[in-house]
Antibody
Framework: QVQMVQSEAEMKTPGASVEVSCKASGYTFTSYAINWVRQAPGQGLEWLGRITTHNGNTKYAQKVQGRVTMTTETSTSTVSLELRSLRSGDTAVYYC?????????????WGQGTLVTVAS | DIQMTQSPSSLSASVGDRVTITCRASQNIINFLNWYQQKPGKAPRLLIYSASSLQSGVPSRFSGSGSGTEFTLTISSLLPEDYATYYCQQSYTTVTFGGGTNVEIK
């Protein structure tokens, strides 16, 4: 079955960088793009961007553009999100999600989430 | 970005009730609208895509309708496991989510 397994929780200080990984299994990795979505404590869902796994093309949300990099490693079926210059407002659970494109973009499989805490 | 507005932001309902949640888009998104369910501490789960298509494995008591700027998610008869927060999401342009609707026990 499709599984998306994310890396463990991280605690960072303001100004630092964090990398969150997402390892996919149970399907052909390069056939689906992966998106990243975050959720601040008690808040709603915020889309951060997407990466096409067969060629590494990316599209980022304007809010994090310039601070975020998404990468893909086909040999290990893993995508990673790096967020730099962290601030307290980046404290959130970060999710990876597999993208389906039939009838518009939707996310049919999600990772378990990775809590990133930014505090001094 | 397209703004997605859900109403109500929360509701209380009893087991067996029919529940309807509305999502309005700030511009025409045709039918590029999806619905998710999220329980505390868990990742979202896709329920409905393309406004009205039921995701595989999702019970038939969930249904979606609408087009253009107004969409609804209906739970025909609420079960205990349906208490959760529900989000709409548009994909007509850059993905955006609604603010969520918390369905609580009455």
């Amino acid at each position: 079955q499709v599984q998306m397994v994310q890396s463990e929780a991280e605690m960072k200080t303001p100004g630092a960088s964090v990398e969150v990984s997402c390892k996919a299994s149970g399907y052909t990795f390069t056939s689906y793009a992966i998106n990243w979505v975050r959720q601040a404590p008690g808040q709603g869902l915020e889309w951060l961007g997407r990466i096409t796994t067969h060629n590494g093309n990316t599209k980022y949300a304007q809010k994090v553009q310039g601070r975020v990099t998404m990468t893909t490693e086909t040999s290990t079926s893993t995508v990673s999100l790096e967020l730099r210059s962290l601030r307290s407002g980046d404290t959130a659970v970060y999710y990876c999600a597999r993208e389906r494109s039939q009838g518009g973009t939707h996310f049919d499989s999600w990772g378990q989430g990775t809590l990133v805490t930014v505090a001094s | 970005d397209i703004q997605m507005t859900q109403s109500p932001s929360s509701l209380s309902a009893s087991v067996g009730d029919r529940v309807t949640i509305t999502c309005r888009a700030s511009q025409n998104i045709i039918n590029f609208l999806n619905w998710y369910q999220q329980k505390p501490g868990k990742a979202p789960r896709l329920l409905i895509y393309s406004a009205s298509s039921l995701q595989s494995g999702v019970p038939s008591r969930f249904s979606g309708s609408g087009s253009g700027t107004e969409f609804t998610l209906t739970i025909s008869s609420l079960l205990p496991e349906d208490y959760a927060t529900y989000y709409c999401q548009q994909s007509y342009t850059t993905v955006t989510f609604g603010g969520g609707t918390n369905v609580e026990i009455k």
